[in-house]
T-cell receptor, first 114, second 112 residues
Framework: AQSVTQLGSHVSVSEGALVLLRCNYSSSVPPYLFWYVQYPNQGLQLLLKYTSAATLVKGINGFEAEFKKSETSFHLTKPSAHMSDAAEYFCAVGYTGTASKLTFGTGTRLQVTL | NAGVTQTPKFQVLKTGQSMTLQCAQDMNHNSMYWYRQDPGMGLRLIYYSASEGTTDKGEVPNGYNVSRLNKREFSLRLESAAPSQTSVYFC???????????FGSGTRLTVV
């Protein structure tokens, strides 16, 4: 069964520091990979997605992620954190032929401090 | 605005009561989903509907039923609510596997 592992349930960074949120997936077939962001008391919003085109994917709000097949990873990065980035981030994986279902990781809460 | 609409946004139930969570999308998506979100557990799939007229169980279907009323609407029913069903419920829709989901804003349900 497909699965997603997000290392670190909480990550704290200083404003202006690099953000790195980790995501690994288990799969024997090519995946589609997604990062979603959830602000407090809101729904989930798509940040970016990998769908077998370029391995480096750029998303909204300055975030990007790199698909590394050899490491089965899809880590999310942002060069310089902003206070407004404080939220919960979810990695998700999907595959063709599965009714478009996504499997989500358990989430990483990002805290940004002054 | 186009998207996924969930009602209600908040609900408090007593143990044993029933209720239906409503979800509607206006993007002409074929597939719709119900997830629950609990702290530390991410989002877990309750039921999904790959297309109008079909529904299937997800990871945590016990205690729930669903109805795909038409292409737009997908409702989730709790027949006899239990405290373990206290959660935030999200509806989502999708057009294809590489599209990802569009989510509703969620329903916060408390069962006392």
């Amino acid at each position: 069964a497909q699965s997603v592992t997000q290392l670190g349930s909480h990550v704290s960074v200083s404003e202006g520091a690099l953000v790195l949120l980790r995501c690994n997936y288990s799969s024997s077939v090519p995946p589609y990979l997604f990062w979603y962001v959830q602000y407090p008391n809101q729904g989930l919003q798509l940040l970016l997605k990998y769908t077998s085109a370029a391995t480096l994917v750029k998303g909204i709000n300055g975030f990007e992620a790199e698909f590394k097949k050899s490491e089965t990873s899809f880590h999310l990065t942002k060069p310089s954190a902003h206070m407004s980035d404080a939220a919960e981030y979810f990695c998700a994986v999907g595959y063709t032929g599965t009714a478009s279902k996504l499997t989500f990781g358990t989430g990483t809460r990002l805290q940004v401090t002054l | 605005n186009a998207g996924v609409t969930q009602t209600p946004k908040f609900q408090v139930l007593k143990t044993g009561q029933s209720m239906t969570l409503q979800c509607a999308q206006d993007m002409n998506h074929n597939s719709m989903y119900w997830y629950r979100q609990d702290p530390g557990m991410g989002l877990r799939l309750i039921y999904y509907s790959a297309s109008e007229g079909t529904t299937d169980k997800g990871e945590v279907p016990n205690g729930y039923n669903v109805s795909r009323l038409n292409k737009r609407e997908f409702s989730l029913r709790l027949e006899s609510a239990a405290p373990s069903q206290t959660s935030v419920y999200f509806c989502a829709s999708s057009v294809s596997a590489n599209y990802g989901y569009t989510f509703g804003s969620g329903t916060r349900l408390t069962v006392v």
